[in-house]
């Protein structure tokens, strides 16, 4: 009950002040030829995004307290009074803009001493909100009054009170603007006086409650400063920005991420420095990308001392602040710092140069070229020290807590890092993605236009969605760890969850196939390729789902995963064709791109549901380390990386440029190389480290079946191990599915299934970039493709 009265307050400041007022202007009469809705930043983002927030925060900042002592009827009558002085004030503001002989006409107010429905109601609004935010700033005061110096030191600065401190910052600046887009008026003069006021508040409380703990508070202003910059240049510079500006932005705000997810062991990842980075990072890209300026050193050096920021921040946190648990700057952190500085400096570049249309392009296609080599050896290197650390970890028996579960050092420690993996994957695949389309213009590159059926789209991620809804139980019971490892419980047997995938399946495949039939044309590599991703989600259902652990498939079983494999190399090839090149026109890049990821969140809810359906119907208890539903997860995220980067990455590069650009050789090779030699090395290793997860079980586990693969062997040896370890895969499945079904798998069946689960996983990879690269190839050459319309 709590957690939805503290929604309510932001839900009713978002509902009584934006969309009111969205909803006057677009359905209300106002004149024309006076400013609008939209020309006032306070009521769009400040009442749309910076007052609901800061409704939000003062709320959870004061529950946290009162959780500990509640509030005393003596003080609520000072709330009361505090309410009320915000109403007078609000009352000031309002009543000065209605007698102003001479106000600053706008849509609400559209001529002297009169106020329009819309103005009548904003006036409103504005009484009520300044009592609102008046009462709860006087609350959490009240609170931090009567609470311990440790209670308000934890209060002030967490990440909360950051967020709290840059909404009225913020708004304070975008109120500014506002009030002095004109000429100096009575209105304004009250208005900045009000905001001058509350400013003075503001200030005054954090003097007040400092308890000797100034030095702490230092980097709640910091930060709150920085997240007030990125808001304030995010507000004053959205409607410049291009798609490409928001993919760089992303990139920055992730290459933040993952460099403050870099710690030493025994300190956490601080969501007070997490947002300062991000802040930090994400105002120099939209400020470099989009500022009216013609200089590429700017571009260039800017990240620099966006990292140095960055570095600072966490010394300042550190050393000064003290901070309880913060990591201090080490030589791996300055490894992530040049990682990060690579990643903001190629996201600016490609931003800025998108959009200036000039003659850097010969420059920039060299540095694309660069770059991919620097992060692909650079970022491999930190990559593989990340992988073999959570291997490490998670293969580590002596660190696991009583019932061989991970102890939460290792759950903690595994979680830091891969928040790192995530982050600077996704944050290099957005860099280079920018960087690549920035360039393309001067390679022959093609701008697409030609629409996509977004309802036949959005229908079959609907029927994926239901399907995980209506199996929301098997989803649970699929994830849900054993209390204890020794005596695992099996779910409950049923069939019912498998025969909603199947139908869901099923549905998914007539939809898909529908779409496929309609564009009519044939693409033989995208075939292949979808075949090879279908193969992968099939075995990742049924290895994770029964085969891992030793159960039997049943006819529902069956079906739902026939079904779900012909649903996902429908999609597959869907997206790689019909989503590319509608009716043999170019999509726009944009809406591929995105249709992609709705066609990835549904292959990942159909895998994922179907993989927790097959599994209660074997109704065995899985022998893994972790439920099937976390480990189909890894599969299906493996699965969408080589479909974005062996599928539909060639086929969009193979489309945007057609066989009649001039050395489509060399202009699909430059476009393509950052992407390889950035993702080839890490994606490649880790496919052969795949491996090492059979290794490290056996060692757990006391195994000596099979005797491969080990620690030393080379990539060749694991490369001829590959077909006779699916071998005795499908052997001791075979034999099992005639066998009998109540005897207890011992460990070296259950590490020969698993040697050849990675095994299966690793040669269909294997094959796919064999595939995708032979196949771009000979498209690239013209011995294959669709024809060409205009």
């Known amino acids: ?155 002030l600065t967490s990440s909360w009170a950051c967020v709290a401190l840059a909404c009225m910052a913020a708004y304070g600046y975008l109120g500014v603007l506002d009030s ?83 710690t030493e062991p025994g300190s956490h990842v601080s969501a007070v420095e997490s947002l300062g980075v991000c802040g930090l990072f994400g105002a120099t890209t939209v400020y470099v990308s989009t500022a009216h300026s013609d200089k590429l050193w700017m571009a260039v050096a800017a990240a620099f001392p966006a990292t140095a920021g960055a570095v600072a921040l966490r010394w300042l946190r550190a050393n000064v602040a003290h901070m309880p648990r913060q990591s201090p700057v080490t030589g791996e952190y300055g490894m992530a710092a040049g990682i990060s500085t690579c990643l903001l400096l190629s996201s600016m570049f490609a931003a800025w140069i998108s959009e200036r249309a000039g003659d850097e392009y010969i420059t920039g296609g060299f540095i694309l070229t660069v770059v991919g080599a620097v992060l692909g050896g650079v970022f491999f290197q930190y990559f593989k020290s990340d992988f073999t650390k959570l291997m490490q970890i998670e293969g580590d028996p002596t660190g696991r807590s009583e019932g061989q579960q991970a102890s939460p050092a290792q759950s903690q420690t595994a979680r830091r890092v891969w928040i790192r993996l995530a982050s600077y994957s996704l944050a290099a695949f957005a860099a280079m993605l920018v960087l690549s389309i920035s360039l393309a213009p001067s390679l022959g590159w093609r701008p697409g236009g030609a629409g996509l059926r977004w309802t036949v789209v959005f229908s079959a991620v609907g029927i994926a969605v239901l399907v995980a809804a209506l199996i929301a139980k098997a989803l649970s019971t699929a994830s849900e760890p054993h209390q204890d490892w020794e005596h695992r419980e099996a779910p409950p047997r049923t069939d019912t969850p498998a025969w909603v995938c199947a139908v869901g399946g099923t549905l998914v495949s007539v939809v898909a196939g529908a779409a496929v039939a309609h564009e009519g044309a044939f693409n033989g590599l995208a075939a292949v390729q979808a075949v090879m991703i279908a193969l992968f989600a099939t075995e990742g259902i049924l290895g994770n789902g029964v085969w891992l652990h030793v159960g039997r498939t049943t006819p529902a ?57 097959v599994y209660v119907a074997g109704g065995r208890a899985y022998w893994t380390d972790y439920p099937p539903a976390n480990n189909v997860m890894q599969d299906a995220f493996l699965l969408c990386v080589l479909w974005l980067t062996l599928g539909w990455l060639p086929q969009t590069v193979l489309t945007h440029i057609p066989a009649s650009a001039t050395e489509r050789w060399a202009a699909v090779g430059t476009l393509l190389a950052g992407f390889m030699l ?59 599915e005639h066998g009998v079904d109540d005897q207890e798998p011992n460990a070296n069946v259950f590490l020969v299934r698993l040697s050849g689960h990675t095994a299966a996983q690793n ?8 595939v995708s690269l032979v196949g771009a190839v000979g498209m690239t050459a013209g011995f294959t493709g669709e024809s060409e319309r205009e």
């Open 763 to 770: 040669s269909i990879a294997l094959l796919l970039a064999i």
């Open 678 to 736: 950035t993702f080839c090395p890490p994606f490649l290793w880790t496919l052969e480290n795949n491996d090492t997860h059979v290794c490290r079980q056996r060692l757990r586990r006391g195994a000596d079946e099979p005797p491969w693969p080990t620690f030393s062997d080379s990539s060749f040896t694991r490369i001829a191990h590959l077909q006779r370890r699916i071998s005795h895969f499908s052997t001791s499945v075979t034999s099992h």
């Open 180 to 262: 002095t887009r004109g000429k100096a008026t009575a209105g304004s003069t009250v208005s900045l006086t009000a905001m001058a006021i509350a400013a003075a508040v503001v200030v005054a409380a954090m003097f007040l409650f400092r308890d000797g703990q100034g030095t702490a508070y230092v980097n709640t202003l910091v930060v709150a400063l920085v997240l007030t910059v990125f808001t304030v240049t995010f507000a004053l510079a959205h409607p410049h920005m291009s798609a490409l500006t928001y993919a760089a932005l992303v990139s920055a705000v992730l290459s933040g991420l993952g460099l403050t997810a870099t």
């Open 1 to 155: 009950m709590t957690k939805w009265r503290v929604a309510l307050w932001p839900l009713a400041i978002f509902s009584s002040g934006y969309v009111a007022l969205l909803l006057f202007w677009s359905f209300g009469d106002h004149p024309s030829g006076l400013p609008g809705l939209f020309v006032f930043r306070s009521a769009t983002w400040g009442d749309g995004l910076l007052l609901p927030l800061l409704a939000l925060c003062l709320r959870v900042l004061t529950l946290r307290l009162r959780a500990a002592e509640p509030t005393p009827p003596s003080r609520r009558g000072t709330i009361a009074v505090v309410a009320l002085a915000g109403a007078a004030l609000g009352c000031a503001v309002v009543l000065t803009w209605f007698l102003d002989d001479h106000p600053e006409l706008n849509w609400t107010n559209p001529r002297p001493h009169y106020f329009n429905a819309a103005g009548k109601y904003h006036a409103a609004f504005l009484v009520l909100a300044s009592a609102a935010f008046a009462g709860l700033g006087a609350d959490l005061a009240v609170h931090l009054r009567r609470a311990g110096t440790a209670a308000v030191k934890r209060t």
């Open 557 to 613: 079983s069956r079906s739902a995963a026939a079904a779900v494999a012909l649903a996902v190399g429908l999609t597959t090839y869907w997206s790689l064709t019909g989503l590319i090149r509608p009716g043999g026109r170019t999509a726009h890049l944009g809406q591929s791109l995105s249709a992609w990821l709705c066609c990835a969140v549904l292959v990942f809810v159909l895998v994922v549901s179907t993989t927790s359906a």
